[in-house]
């Protein structure tokens, strides 16, 4: 069926380093993408978002890419930072609503000092 | 400005029982929706509305889920009878209009017992 996945539920890094957290959507119809960032006990909180009619995207210390040819979605931060430290879920909408979005099972991001 | 807040912030019921969950979008922001993760699977969509009516509701579970809208402010979901499988934390989301961001509560964490 239609999914968004990730493709590790874990990432450690380094204070300082740069985190990559990837994406895979199967949906090619897919016009919007979001990611969230939640932390223990919280909801999901707005990262950064991409339309399919971009492929980069940047915000502060944080970038999105969007390759539609092999629709992989990729969150970048820049720095990383012990306040990083949290859950990162990637989700797609379809067009009827961005509000209405399919999640990926998310990515546990972990920064040592 | 007030986020997306949501009430109670945990609830423990016993199976058969009924629980009300609360949801204040932030001002101003016609669109309303309901998720939920359980067991720990990906946040899954339930319903969104445009102010009090409802847009779409295919991803309510069974008819034992009931969602309001009254007045097009806060929303109101209900769980009657509760049962065991409901247990998972329960978000709500909100959004200016269907083609921006959506921002998300805190969520309700639900017990079934």
């Known amino acids: 069926g239609e999914s968004v996945g990730l493709h590790l539920p874990t990432l450690s890094v380094q204070e300082g380093d740069n985190s990559i957290i990837n994406c895979a959507y199967s949906n090619s119809a897919s016009d919007y993408f979001i990611w969230y960032k939640q932390e223990s006990g919280k909801g999901p909180q707005f990262i950064i978002d991409i339309r399919s009619n971009m492929d980069k995207r940047q915000g502060q210390r944080v970038t999105v890419l969007l390759n539609k040819t092999v629709k992989h979605l990729s969150l970048q931060i820049a720095a990383t930072q012990p306040g990083d430290s949290a859950v990162y879920f990637c989700?797609?909408?379809?067009?009827?609503?961005?509000?209405?979005?399919?999640f990926g099972q998310g990515t546990i991001l972990t920064v040592h000092p | 400005e007030a986020g997306v807040t949501q009430f109670p912030s945990h609830s423990v019921i016993e199976k058969g029982q009924t629980v009300t969950l609360r949801c204040d979008p932030i001002?101003?922001?016609?669109?309303l929706y309901w998720y939920r993760r359980v067991m720990g699977k990906e946040i899954k969509f339930l319903l969104h509305?445009?102010?009090?009516?409802?847009?779409?509701e295919s991803g309510m579970p069974n008819n034992r889920f009931l969602a309001e809208r009254t007045g097009g402010t806060y929303s109101t979901l209900k769980v009657q009878p509760a049962e065991l499988e409901d247990s998972g934390v329960y978000f709500c989301?909100?959004?200016?209009?269907?083609?921006?961001?959506?921002?998300f509560g805190q969520g309700t964490r639900l017990t079934v017992v």
């Open positions: 509305f445009v102010k009090e009516s409802k847009q779409d």
């Open positions: 989301a909100s959004s200016i209009s269907v083609n921006t961001e959506a921002f």
């Open positions: 989700a797609e909408s379809r067009g009827t609503s961005y509000g209405k979005l399919t």
């Open positions: 001002s101003g922001h016609d669109n």
